[in-house]
C-alpha cells in the first residue's frame, strides 16, 4: 500500500474508534429515552444529513469521529420536559449513558481481536537478536537467537509483548522458558531499572533478519563487487544479528572493512576501502566512557563468587597495578592470587581469592564492566587531542572553561559547540593507591576533525516476523479475549507502576506516537493494522472510565456520590471540578505531545 494509502488508513481507523465510542453514547441515550439532538459523523460545520425525529443525523466537514449532543447533558439545560432531558433521569439510567462509550469500545476490540486472529496477525517474533553486555540477561547466558516461549508459564507471541511483561514485573525474579536449535531450557532473570528507558528491562534486543545492501551506483562498495540486495552477514568477521550491534571499539573510520555477503545462494568477501567526503567530523576530544563499574557479574565462576563483588563496585587496581582498562585481558595473566581494589559507595575495599591460570583466562566472560552513570571517568584514546594534552585514563572530568559538567551529553555537546577553539577542561586525578584526596588539574586541549568517510552503501534492516493465525473460530475467540484481558492487565498494572515511579512518565505518547505507531502497524498488513486499532480501543475505554472530571469515568464518580448521599453533587462542585479535568486533560496532551516531540522529532 502506497505512503498516501497508509497515511488516510490511520486517519479512517482512528475516527472509527472516536465514532464508535459516540456510538455507544448515542444507543444508550435512545435506550433510556434521553433526547438526542444531534447525531454527528465527524466534528466541524454541517455537510449534509437529514432530521428523524428529534435528531439531527449528520455528516460534518472534519472526518475524524463524531459527537452526540443530547438534551440536559448539561445541569443548567431546562430547554425540554424532564422525561426527555438526561440529568432528570435516575442515577442508574445515566450511568448506562456514561458507561455507553466504554462499552461499545470493548466491544469492538472483542469483535475485531477474533477478526485479526483469524487472518493472521504478523508480530515481531519473541527472539533474542542482540544482549547487552553485563545485563541481567547475560548474566543468565541468554543467547542470540533464543526464542522466549513464555514468561512464568504465560506463552509470548511477540517481543514487544515480551518487552512489556518484564516491564510490568518490576524487580522480581521471573523464570523464562527459551529454545534454541529444539532444546528448551528455563532461566531465571531478575530485571532492572533502566533509568534512560524509564522501564525494567533485562537488556535483550529483538531479531532482525539478515540485513540486506542498497549500494550506489559509484561508490566503494560497487567498485569492490557489492551489488544492491546482497545479504550482509559479516563485518570484519563479526556477524550482523542487529542494527544497534556494531563493535565496541570500531576500527578507525578510514580503515578498510571486510564484509561477507550472500548472493544467489553463495557467500562472498568483499574488501571495501573507505573514501573520504567533503564534509568534516565533528570536533572531538579523544575521549570515551571509562568502563570500570561491574555491571554484571555470572556468578559460576569460583573466584568472582568468592570475591563477593557486587553490581556497581568500581574497578581501582587489578594485582596492585591501576586499572586502566579498555577491559580485562590485564587480568587473564598474573599469580596465584587474584587482587582487587574496588570502590563500594564511600569506601575502598582490598578484595583477594586463590586463582588458577585456567580460571583467570574466562575472568573476561563472566565480569562486565560498564561506565559509571554519568560517564565523566574517561578513557583516553591514543593519538586524540586529550592524550596529546596530558589527560589520562581514569581521570574524571570536572568542567570546561570554568562550567561544572554535568554528564556526558553535556560533554558532547560543550565539544560540539567548540568550534574551532581550544577548551579549557579541568579534571580530577587520583594517584595509585594515595590515601589523599584526588588533585584538580587544567589541560587546554585543541578538538579535532578529520573528513568523513564513505563506504557506498545502506543497511536495509527488516524484523523478523511471527505470524500468529487462529485454527478456527473457537481459537480466534480465545485469542482475542486472551489479548483484551491482558492488555486491561498491563494498563492497570502500567497505571499502578506510574504512581510508583517504576515505569517513568516519559513512556507515555501522544498523537505524534500514536500515528507513528498506527502507520506502522498498517505496513505489515491490515490484519496487524485490525489488532493494533483494538488495543487503541481498549486503551482509549480504560482512560475514559478513569475517576477525571469531564471524562466518562469521572461523571460515573459523581453518580457514585450522589447515590451515596442521596442528592446530587452541587452546580458549583461541578463547576469548579470540570475545570480542574480540562487543566489535568490539557497538560497531560501538552506533556505526550512534548514527549513525541523529543523522542521522534528533536532526537539526533
Known sequence: MSFLGNGLLVVVGIGLLIFVHELGHFLCARWIGARVEVFSLGFGPRLFGWRRGATDYRVSLIPLGGYVAVAGQDAGDHRFPPDESLHDKTVGQRALFFCGGVVMNVLFALVAFPIAFGSGVNFPAPEVGGVEHGSPAWEARIAVGDRVLSVDGKAMYSFENLVVEIALAGPRQLRLLTEHDGERRTVDVTPRFRAQDGIYAIGIESTFLTPTLIVDAAGPARTAGLHTGDQLLAVNGRPTFGPSLEPAAPPPPNAPVQLLVRRDGAELTATVTPSPTAEQSPPQIGVRAFRRVVGGVRSDLRPLAALGLQHGDVLLEVDGQPYCGPDLAVAATGGPELRLRVRRGDRELDLSTPVSAAERQQLADHLALVPEADGLTIEVVAGGAAAAAGIRTGDRLRAIDGSPLADWDDLRGRVLDAAGRNLRIEVEHRAAAAPTPPERRTFDVAPQQGPLYDLGFERQYMPKLLLVQATGIRDAL?????????????????????????????????????????YQNTQLGLARFLYFLALLSINLAFINVLPIPVLDGGHLFFLLVEKIKGSPVSERVLSYSQVVGVVLILSLMIYVTYNDLVRWVFRS
Open 478 to 518: 480465545r485469542l482475542g479475549s486472551v489479548c483484551a484481558l491482558d492488555l486491561v492487565k498491563q494498563l492497570y498494572v502500567t497505571t499502578k507502576r506510574l504512581l510508583t515511579g517504576e515505569v517513568a512518565a516519559k513512556n507515555l505518547g501522544g498523537i505524534i506516537q500514536i500515528s507513528r505507531q498506527s
